[in-house]
């Protein structure tokens, strides 16, 4: 039911920084949970960010310090700044958006972090 579309992938040298952007539909985006994760080859998906409509926040342990996840209500739009990426961070990265009990994701946009 949600549209999202990712951006602001790309390659990156370790230590860089990268900012994603992730644009949604819909009239109610206040009140979506939203997140991102990522997916290595050959590994899970992974949670990394998410905050909710009230703008709390949790992340991976592995991007604690580093990442920080925002939204702009008035924009539909969610960011993720990483910061210090390190190469283990390379994945793709999936924006998602949790409402009315169900989960949407985007197409998800490639980081390659190199060392």
């Known amino acids: 039911q949600v549209q999202l579309v990712e951006s602001g992938g790309g390659l990156v040298q370790a230590g860089g920084s990268l900012r994603l952007s992730c644009a949604a539909s819909?009239?109610?985006?206040?009140?979506?949970?939203m997140g991102w994760y990522r997916q290595a080859p050959g590994k899970q998906r992974e949670l990394v960010a998410s905050?909710?409509?009230?703008?709390?926040?949790d992340y991976a342990d592995s991007v604690k310090g580093r990442f920080i996840i925002s939204r702009d209500n008035s924009k539909n739009a969610l960011y993720l700044q990483m910061n210090s990426l390190k190469p283990e961070d390379t994945a793709v990265y999936y924006c998602a958006a949790g409402y009315r009990g169900q989960t949407s994701w985007g197409q998800g946009t490639q980081v390659t972090v190199s060392s």
């Open positions: 819909g009239s109610a985006f206040r009140l979506y949970v």
């Open positions: 905050t909710s409509s009230r703008d709390s926040t």
